[in-house]
């Protein structure tokens, strides 16, 4: 009893410690790729919270770009070979009515090497005094660098050269590093305000320089004597802005329109004019982050992190330790107090949790501060999913169990019935088992055949089970046949003692009568033989299996015999049911016996009819009551023909027959040979009594050499 309870309470423990880990193990895996540097779900991440953080509400009027599009370049042609007096004429007809001057002028082109010493002192000349920030271009590389603390580690963006205007130019004009920051997925949201220019690039390029976004947007808010507002970094120096306009919304004007005077320079008062390549083939197109669908120029991005520095739009990653920390914890909060309510409150809850959070992340992206949302809407489907499958695969298990508590339960009655039937009487101590044991057999080795492509039939599991069970229960009517009947050895059944002593009877009153002088003696004489005769026949033929047409013949003229006393009528040497015993054909019972005998089918059927068999075993007392019907339709209780007998029906009649022909226990006869047996079988095929290729199954899967112990 004590042992039963400890082994109880640890079997309860090692099922907690599973569902446990379960739910562990998801948990730090979400909190290890949450806190991992290469984010492994960072493209649907982004994919999400770039659309749930968008905030495509306008783009500023004040910001104008004018583009090198297509129309210019077939004006003027590739724009790498222009004269760079094109852009001193620009910048001339940008300035040349202060009333409608613009505040600054970007130009995002890299313009290092002198082409023509005329034309670039031209534009410096065009620059000077304006507010014009020219772009440079930084040129990166991973490197293994040493922090100051003496520890190693690598470096992204080691800078290995940068780009700056031609130095007549540079003195003029305010720089700015153009270079856009594509993220894992390919997409453009981070950029950066300034970066540390190594040493031995301070002399052109100063020792710290701005983005080319931020420089402009520093000069515009200078000239308005607006506040500069640097938005708050990560580590490596960069944020996430937010884009107000797609491809093309910020209507950019034409390069070649400007110049023509095409364009009212009214468009340009007090504003920011970026100017840069707007043509497919100019190699400055990325893929931006607000529409997935088409590229963005490079001026469309600066254009746009120029609006997020004027807006606020722009957002800082919320320490990642922090959102994993917090991930989980909403995560265990919802598996403890929910993982025992019903599914239709989990599931809504958990939707709940992840629209507030999800609100929770637009709008702290409102307020500067990004936070990833792929995780923790991960996090609740698994805990959901988990839900589920602890509820109802918990069920398919208990009720798998509770089929298979069944199906043990119905083999267990069906094994005591086995054994109540062939415990009744020492004759038919293992009749059942060897059935079920032979339709197995039998079922298997169509199963072989089925492998080999030989036989199209095939026994699942369920169906050989059903079959076996049904083999089983075959002979379980059986428990209500008289043992007198079930036990009956020979035809007489002890009757022949009675017949002897009867006849030894006679003859003493023969052999008086014989002293009486009342008969002579070869009335006597001949009386005694009849009676020695009729001792002998029915001794010789009381105990056998089938008695012969020569046999039955001499059985009809001594079963006629009579005792005639003197005096007196004559007394026939048998009773009427004494002769019905001796003209038995075949086997021991009478016709009445027989019939007798051959209702345990019926009563098979009706004591099976009050037991429920489930679904897995509901062809098996069928099968158990159609053991004895034949082909032919010859067989009972039905008399059923082939078209209504199934394979496993006929499996369990070819069985049934096979070990009662072959059985040592049988009280009427004597076993048949194997090979004798099965020859009878063939013949009972020929017949039309039962199929002819089972019991070659039956033959070639019982063969000694394959089964030694059959």
């Not at 006679?506 to 002088?517: A, G, P, V």
């Not at 076993?671 to 089972?694: C, H, S, T, W, Y």
Request: with cysteine.
């Amino acid at each position: 009893m004590l042992l039963s309870y400890i082994k109880k309470r640890l079997n309860l423990m090692k099922n907690k410690i599973i569902k446990s880990l379960i739910l562990l193990i998801p948990i730090v895996l979400i909190f290890f790729a949450m806190t991992r540097e290469n984010d492994p779900l960072y493209a649907p991440d982004s994919f999400l919270t770039d659309h749930l953080y968008s905030r495509l509400n306008g783009t500023d009027r004040n910001i104008v770009i004018i583009g090198v599009d297509e129309k210019t370049i077939g004006e003027y042609g590739n724009f790498n070979l222009w004269s760079r007096e094109k852009l001193a004429e620009l910048i001339n007809k940008l300035y040349e009515n202060e009333e409608y001057a613009p505040k600054v002028v970007g130009l995002d082109f890299i313009l290092t090497d002198h082409l023509d010493e005329e034309a670039d002192a031209a534009l410096a000349k065009a620059a000077e005094g304006r507010n014009i920030v020219i772009s440079s271009n930084v040129a990166y590389r991973r490197a293994v660098e040493t922090d100051e603390d003496g520890n190693k580690y690598i470096n992204k963006m080691h800078i290995t050269d940068i780009e700056m205007p031609y130095e007549e130019l540079r003195n003029k004009v305010s720089t700015g590093f153009a270079d856009p920051l594509i993220s894992p997925d390919g997409y453009v949201r981070y950029t950066q305000n300034t970066i540390d220019i190594p040493k031995e690039f301070q002399d052109k390029a100063g020792v710290i320089q701005d983005s080319f976004a931020y420089a402009i947007y520093k000069a515009y808010e200078k000239e308005n004597n607006g506040t500069i507002n640097t938005p708050r970094t990560n580590r490596e120096g960069q944020f996430q802005f937010l884009y107000s306009g797609q491809s093309g919304e910020y209507r950019p004007l034409s390069l070649a329109d400007v110049l023509s005077d095409k364009v009212p320079m009214e468009n340009f008062k007090d504003a920011i004019v970026l100017v840069g390549a707007y043509a497919p083939g100019t190699q400055d197109s990325y893929q931006g982050a607000s529409d997935r669908r088409k590229v963005m120029y490079g001026v469309e991005i600066h254009a746009n992190i120029i609006q997020a520095y004027m807006y606020g739009k722009t957002m800082t990653t919320v320490n990642k330790y922090l959102q994993a920390a917090a991930v989980s914890l909403i995560l265990v909060l919802f598996i403890v107090f929910l993982r025992k309510k019903v599914l239709f409150v989990t599931i809504p809850v958990s939707l709940a949790i992840a629209g507030l959070y999800l609100l929770a992340g637009r709008i702290l992206s409102g307020n500067g501060w990004y936070i990833s949302c792929i995780y923790l809407l991960i996090a609740l489907a698994f805990a959901d999913l988990y839900f589920i499958l602890e509820k109802y695969l918990g069920e398919l298990i208990a009720n798998y169990r509770y089929q298979e508590e069944i199906k043990e339960q119905m083999w267990s009655f069906t094994e005591a019935m086995a054994t109540a039937i062939d415990e009744r009487t020492p004759y038919n101590a293992s009749h059942t088992r060897n059935v079920a044991k032979y339709s197995g057999m039998i079922a298997d080795y169509i199963n072989k055949l089925h492998e080999k492509g030989e036989e199209e039939d095939f026994f699942s599991e369920q169906r050989k089970e059903q079959l076996v069970m049904g083999a089983l229960l075959h002979d379980i009517g059986k428990l209500a046949i008289p043992l007198e009947v079930m036990n009956k050895e020979t035809r007489l059944d002890g009757r022949e003692k009675e017949i002897e002593k009867r006849l030894n009877t006679f003859k003493l009153e023969s052999k008086i009568s014989l002293l009486e002088n009342k008969i002579d003696e070869k009335c006597y004489n001949e009386f005694v033989s009849k009676a020695d005769e009729a001792v002998s026949l029915i001794n010789k033929v009381n105990g056998m299996g089938f008695i012969n047409d020569e046999l039955r013949a001499e059985l009809a003229k001594v079963t006629e015999y009579e005792y005639k006393a003197p005096d007196s009528e004559a007394v026939p040497f048998f009773t009427e049911e004494e002769k019905e015993c001796l003209n038995i054909v075949k086997g021991t019972l009478t016709a009445k016996e027989r019939d007798v005998m051959q209702s345990h089918v019926e009563i098979t059927g009706r004591i099976l009819s009050k037991v429920h068999f489930n679904k897995y075993f509901a062809n098996s007392p069928t099968l158990a009551v159609q053991h004895h019907e034949c082909l032919n339709g010859k067989g009972y209780p039905n008399h059923l023909t082939a078209d209504d007998l199934s394979t496993d029906a006929r499996i369990i009649a070819v069985a049934d027959i096979c070990d009662a022909l072959i059985a040592t226990d049988r009280p009427y006869k004597p076993p048949v040979p194997r090979e004798k047996a099965f020859d009878i079988m063939r013949n009972m095929a020929k017949d039309g009594n039962i199929d002819a290729k089972l019991v070659e199954y039956l033959y070639e899967c019982t063969k000694p050499s394959e089964n030694p112990e059959t």
